[in-house]
């Protein structure tokens, strides 16, 4: 008996020790989202204080600059007119734009941390946005709640105007707009909440969404989130999911849907059970689309997304793309490749309207489909002429370029080159030659050496004076054109083709905003008065786009979980 005493005290203890081990944060945003939700992004820890000021220094430096230019959109806004507006509706838009220009006051100046700190804000906190059903919610932390209201009476007394209120239960709500949704915004404690909700939504809704009547089990509860980091490889600074199929189903399902509807004068959208089982079933071809960083610093930002696909569609896809021709340069100026798999395009497709013409959809909203797709399978099943048929993919790089300025004193300038990735570029350049007439005495092998090409073969005079040249490689047709640009063709014709599975890979340095901005100003100087502060402004902050960014490079690629999308930013030395 003693015995079975000891074991179950020891288990007990066992149990406590480990509830109180996972105890949920109750205080975090996480902690008022619901498990169930069907779209969440959120910050389970706040950034590193290191890369916050990296994030604080890059702010400052375009802050003066960018308020203008919201002045200028604000004073726009009360130059339209709309002839369909109530004198209602004209004083709430007017009361609106006072307000908005009272923020825009009241936040100019505050470039600095401790200055956002001086009204209850912060630039390391943790936030959410989520779903409570499918209503939005944003909800992030702060630093002093009475700080933030006395600015917001601030704006209220600048704007002349007394932001409009309600109680929910005992809390205090701000309220904006009028039917057919009604915007929400609280101070929780240590929370800002922001939310949407149909205007005719009952007390209950709008517990639930303020967070005032908590989820029965939340994420904090689960930690499905963190999981979901672990197993993504995301950071906790900002990661989420959208739920496709739990999206859809509360289209159909969720109250909030029918509110809105009645709300707007409007019908409710219903779904019969054969349209939700064909929407459902479309779903779950891709079931969640993914999202979080990576790597997040003061010297690099990567974000990756990825739409989950059903495993044998996400096979399907995987098998399109073939290696992308050439490799990545790493420092060009500006650098592109995508893939052109368009025999394996056509072929996909067309497998995916024979599925259709199989089963067609029976739903009525859905029905469209089926002749869609069999038209479009008549036009593409038929015979595609081998130049295209041979096509893998294209590069371009782009290594210099130099604008002409307003007095003349910089010529137009570019170098680069062009590669073509085929499985018969003797085909290719047999095609050239009998096109252009000035090819035909030129003569490419496949062997990677470069010849010159007369730079009149390029109609219009563009390519007078400038050095072209061209190079054949076992799968590549390359074309360069610029000085010092012969080794560089040579190398990227003969080059390993790139990983296979790659639709799209781009590489930008920073100098290209230089060059944007740059064009900017050379365009500007020949616009009215009136416009050219737009210019100007724009071309400010492509400048500081330049001293913000080293390189930003991005892609897409198919693999066997689904579409993976990466964009990649490294910040320059400051």
Not at 131 to 155: T, Y
Not at 216 to 236: C, E, H, I, M, V
Not at 520 to 549: H, S, T
Request: negative net charge; glycine residues 8%.
């Amino acid at each position: 008996m003693r015995r079975h005493a000891r074991i179950g005290f020891i288990a007990l203890t066992a149990a406590l020790a480990a509830a109180c081990g996972k105890k949920a944060d109750n205080d975090a945003p996480l902690a008022f989202v619901p498990a169930d939700t069907p779209y969440v992004i959120a910050a389970l820890e706040p950034i590193p204080e290191a890369t916050a000021k990296h994030l604080t220094a890059q702010a400052q430096s375009v802050w003066s600059a960018i308020f203008p230019m919201f002045d200028q959109l604000l004073a726009d806004t009360g130059q339209l007119k709309d002839e369909d507006a109530t004198p209602e509706q004209v004083a709430e838009h007017a009361k609106v734009r006072r307000v908005l220009k009272a923020v825009l006051d009241e936040i100019r100046g505050r470039d600095t941390p401790e200055k956002w700190r001086e009204v209850g804000l912060g630039t390391q906190v943790r936030s959410a946005l989520y779903g409570v059903g499918l209503l939005p919610v944003l909800r992030a932390e702060i630093l002093d709640a009475d700080a933030l209201r006395a600015m917001i009476a601030r704006v209220e007394q600048n704007a002349g105007e007394k932001l409009a209120t309600a109680r929910v239960g005992e809390q205090d709500v701000w309220t904006i707009g009028s039917a057919p949704l009604l915007g929400l915004v609280a101070i929780e404690g240590k929370h800002l909440v922001v939310t949407v909700v149909p205007s005719g939504a009952d007390d209950a809704t709008k517990r639930r969404v303020l967070g005032l009547d908590r989820p029965a089990q939340s994420l904090a509860d689960t930690d499905a989130l963190a999981a979901f980091n672990k197993a993504r490889g995301y950071l906790p600074y900002g990661s989420g999911w959208i739920d496709t199929r739990r999206l859809l189903a509360l289209l159909n399902d969720d109250p909030a849907v029918e509110a809105i509807a009645k709300a707007a004068d409007e019908p409710k959208p219903v779904l019969d059970a054969t349209c939700r089982g064909e929407f459902d079933a479309i779903a779950a071809k891709a079931p969640r689309l993914a999202l979080g960083y990576t790597k997040f610093d003061a010297e690099r930002m990567t974000m990756h997304m990825r739409l989950d696909l059903d495993p044998t569609l996400a096979k399907a896809l995987a098998a399109l793309p073939g290696a992308l021709p050439g490799s990545n340069s790493g420092d060009a100026l500006f650098e592109i490749a995508f893939a052109l798999p368009v025999l394996r395009g056509r072929d996909f497709l067309v497998a995916q309207a024979d599925a259709i013409a199989a089963a067609p959809f029976k739903c009525e909203a859905l029905q469209p489909l089926n002749a869609e797709f069999a038209d479009m399978k008549t036009k593409i099943e038929q015979m595609i002429p081998p130049p295209l048929a041979d096509l893998v993919g294209v590069r371009l790089t782009l290594d210099s370029l130099v604008l002409p300025d307003a007095n003349d004193s910089e010529k137009f300038d570019v170098s680069g080159r062009v590669l073509i990735g085929s499985n018969n570029p003797t085909f290719l350049t047999g095609l050239a030659q009998m096109s252009v007439p000035a090819l035909q005495k030129i003569t490419l092998t496949p062997d990677g050496k470069a010849v010159a090409i007369p730079s009149d073969v390029v109609p219009g005079g563009y390519a007078e004076g400038r050095e072209i040249h061209a190079a054949m490689g076992a799968k590549a047709l390359g074309l360069a054109i610029g000085k010092d640009q012969t080794a560089k063709l040579e190398t990227a014709v003969t080059a390993s083709a790139a990983t296979s599975g790659t639709i799209i890979d781009s590489n930008v340095s920073g100098s290209v905003y230089k060059l944007l901005g740059d064009a900017f100003a050379l365009f500007g100087d020949k616009l009215p008065d009136k416009d050219r502060a737009g210019i100007d402004m724009q071309r400010k902050l492509y400048a500081m786009y330049a001293q913000w960014f080293k390189r930003v490079g991005g892609g897409m690629s198919f693999g066997p979980e689904g579409i993976d999308i990466t964009q990649d930013v490294e910040y320059a030395k400051q």
